[in-house]
């Protein structure tokens, strides 16, 4: 299996902050015959389901601002939110599809600092 | 507007059997794969099943491997999910999600429905 590991667990942020988070999979998500990376990253909001915001490493969905990047290849990766808003709050997942079984890291939760 | 509504939870003793459905709208249902993935109390998340759009094809997590069935039916816009031989370990909020194709991220995810196992 894809072991995921995101760092840090939690991080204590204020408002206006540019924020990183790392994720890193056990083996490349760089399929060579398309060139693409096959990561997804979703935030998940207290008492909410998680909302997809970037896949293919890089690539925001549709309503997702600006301030969040994704970014990286092979087996490092990172989401960056360039300027934090208190709606950010939450805790940010990535996930591999690579290959089944699809794994999750455990997560990065932005806490108020 | 795109919209799944899992139901069927609740409290269930070990060993006994579960079945989870999910109610799709708001897109042609028939067109996407479909997915279980569930998240444990105060823990992340883990990916359970994945059925392809014609039911093709079926992936299952090692650890429900042989007591959970995932199916489908096109005609109702549903996608279920039978449990058996539940274990306490299998405590969790169960999310229906829908997965693009290409690729295995999950774009749409219902709110959840809780499953406890307990005696």
């Known amino acids: 299996d894809i072991v995921m590991t995101q760092t840090p667990s939690s991080q204590a942020v204020s408002a206006g902050e540019k924020v990183t988070m790392s994720c890193k999979s056990s083996?490349?998500?760089?399929?060579?015959?398309?060139?693409?990376?096959?990561l997804a990253w979703y935030q998940q909001k207290p008492g909410q389901s998680p909302k997809l915001l970037i896949s293919w490493a890089s690539t925001r969905e549709s309503g997702v601002p600006d301030r969040f990047i994704g970014s990286g290849s092979g087996t490092d990766f990172t989401l960056t939110i360039s300027s934090v808003q208190a709606e950010d709050l939450a805790v940010y997942y990535c996930?591999?599809?690579?290959?089944?079984?699809?794994?999750f890291g455990a997560g990065t939760k932005l806490e108020l600092k | 507007e795109v919209q799944l509504v899992e139901s069927g939870g609740g409290l269930v003793q070990p060993g006994r059997s579960l079945k989870l459905s999910c109610l799709a709208s708001?897109?042609?249902?028939?067109?996407?794969?479909m997915n279980w993935i569930r998240q444990a109390p105060g823990k992340g998340l883990e990916w359970v099943a994945s059925?392809?759009?014609?039911?093709?094809?079926?992936y299952y997590a090692d650890t429900v491997k042989g007591r959970f069935t995932i199916s489908r039916d096109n005609a109702k816009n549903t996608l279920y999910l039978q449990m058996t031989s539940l274990r306490s370990e299998d405590t969790a909020l169960y999310y229906c999600?829908?997965?693009?194709?290409?690729?295995?991220?999950?774009?749409?995810w219902g709110q959840g429905v809780m499953v406890t196992v307990s005696s």
């Open positions: 708001g897109f042609t249902f028939s067109n996407y794969g």
């Open positions: 996930e591999q599809y690579y290959d089944t079984p699809y794994t």
């Open positions: 999600a829908r997965h693009q194709i290409p690729g295995f991220y999950f774009d749409y």
């Open positions: 083996q490349s998500l760089l399929y060579s015959e398309n060139k693409k990376n096959y």
């Open positions: 059925i392809s759009s014609s039911s093709s094809y079926i």
